[in-house]
């Protein structure tokens, strides 16, 4: 991509980065870059989280209340931290729906799933997600292999333990 801007930038001496890409635009120059990983190239890394809940279960009707939960996330250095909470929340509201709402349902002779469609699937609604939600990073994680020493995340599903 740089040398298909070199000619903007040789033009345009002291210009600034966004007028140097939008003349690109302009002349309607490929902006855009892409690389496809070879695996060989990929280094394995640890990636670590933990969490606690506090729960209060109502014993006539078996309704959850998911009153607190604290999960600690090893995010290596992270590039965009409210992004990654983003995610974790997103992860363990999933595993929620995974482990406490969805009811799965699968035909006794053939072994199919029939509870696949949205009128049969029952994800968490807005009530089923932790009233007091705390997420905490990890601190000096670093990831050699990673872009920026960032890490990738593991779905929250496996840290959720009924």
Not at 114 to 121: A, C, D, E, F, V
Request: aromatic share 10%; charged share 25%.
């Amino acid at each position: 991509m740089l040398e298909r801007l070199k000619p903007f930038r040789e033009s345009m001496k002291d210009a600034k980065w966004a007028d140097i890409t939008h003349a690109a635009y302009e002349k309607n120059t490929n902006l855009s870059s892409t690389y496809m990983y070879l695996e060989s190239e990929l280094k394995s890394y640890s990636i670590r989280g933990c969490s606690a809940a506090e729960i209060e279960v109502d014993l006539l009707t078996g309704n959850i209340l998911l009153r607190r939960v604290d999960i600690l996330e090893d995010t290596g250095e992270s590039m965009s931290p409210l992004v990654d909470v983003g995610q974790v929340e997103g992860a363990f509201v999933m595993g929620i729906g995974y482990w406490l709402t969805e009811n799965l349902i699968y035909d006794r002779h053939d072994g199919k799933l029939l509870t696949n469609r949205t009128w049969t699937y029952s994800p968490p609604g807005a009530k089923d997600i932790p009233i007091d939600f705390r997420v905490t990073f990890l601190q000096k994680s670093s990831n050699p292999f990673g872009v920026l020493r960032s890490k990738g995340k593991k779905n929250l599903i496996s840290y959720i333990k009924i």
